[in-house]
Antibody, heavy 119, light 109 residues
Framework: QVQLVESGGGLVKPGGSLRLSCAAS????????MSWIRQAPGKGLEWVSY????????YYADSVKGRFTISRDNAKNSLYLQMNSLRAEDTAVYYC????????????WGQGTLVTVSS | SYVLTQPPSVSVAPGKTARITCGGN??????VHWYQQKPGQAPVLVIY???DRPSGIPERFSGSNSGNTATLTISRVEAGDEADYYC????????????FGGGTKLTVL
């Protein structure tokens, strides 16, 4: 069965860095586009970043562009999000999700990992 | 960038029909997806490509999309349907292509 398991969240000071990982299993990871989506406490879903199956196409939300970097290692069935220059407003649960190739539907989601940015 | 507008809340009695709307400029020309999120859980895809249901999603969930409004319809609402619902589209003309609506809290009275 499809499984997505995020890790790497935690408490970090403003200006700090964190690297999130998402381990995928139960499907051919290299065939699928992937996204990171976050949810601040008590708020709605916010798309963060997207990467194509080969890694050749990448998009970022304006709120994280220049600070976050998405990447993937298809040999390790893993998705990553490098987060630098973290701000209080980056505090959220971060989900990785498997995306459809044409219209970006996220058909499987991980359980999420909490990132807290606070001094 | 593309904007999706949802009502913050919808209330419905058990056994009745709930309709949750998602407004966007000419949204009928896009594919709309819907997610259900219960407290403390990850979102679950309940409708994709406007009206298709993933396996395991009850037939009570249906979707439509035309003009400037997409609609998620939940028939014969049950207490277990109480959740937040989000619409989402893929705006292929943008470099911020994945867009979510603000979410709608469905309350079962």
């Amino acid at each position: 069965q499809v499984q997505l398991v995020e890790s790497g969240g935690g408490l970090v000071k403003p200006g700090g860095s964190l690297r999130l990982s998402c381990a995928a299993s139960g499907f051919t990871f290299s065939d699928y586009y992937m996204s990171w989506i976050r949810q601040a406490p008590g708020k709605g879903l916010e798309w963060v970043s997207y990467i194509s199956s080969s890694g050749s196409t990448i998009y970022y939300a304006d709120s994280v562009k220049g600070r976050f970097t998405i990447s993937r290692d298809n040999a390790k069935n893993s998705l990553y999000l490098q987060m630098n220059s973290l701000r209080a407003e980056d505090t959220a649960v971060y989900y990785c999700a498997r995306d459809g190739p044409l219209y970006g539907e996220s058909d499987y989601w991980g359980q999420g990992t909490l990132v807290t940015v606070s001094s | 960038s593309y904007v999706l507008t949802q009502p913050p809340s919808v209330s419905v009695a058990p056994g009745k029909t709930a309709r949750i709307t998602c407004g966007g400029n000419n949204i009928g020309s896009k594919s709309v997806h819907w997610y259900q999120q219960k407290p403390g859980q990850a979102p679950v895809l309940v409708i994709y490509y406007d009206s298709d249901r993933p396996s395991g999603i009850p037939e009570r969930f249906s979707g439509s999309n035309s003009g400037n409004t997409a609609t998620l319809t939940i028939s014969r609402v049950e207490a277990g349907d109480e959740a937040d619902y989000y619409c989402q589209v893929w705006d292929s003309s943008s470099d911020h292509p994945k867009v979510f609506g603000g979410g709608t809290k469905l309350t079962v009275l």
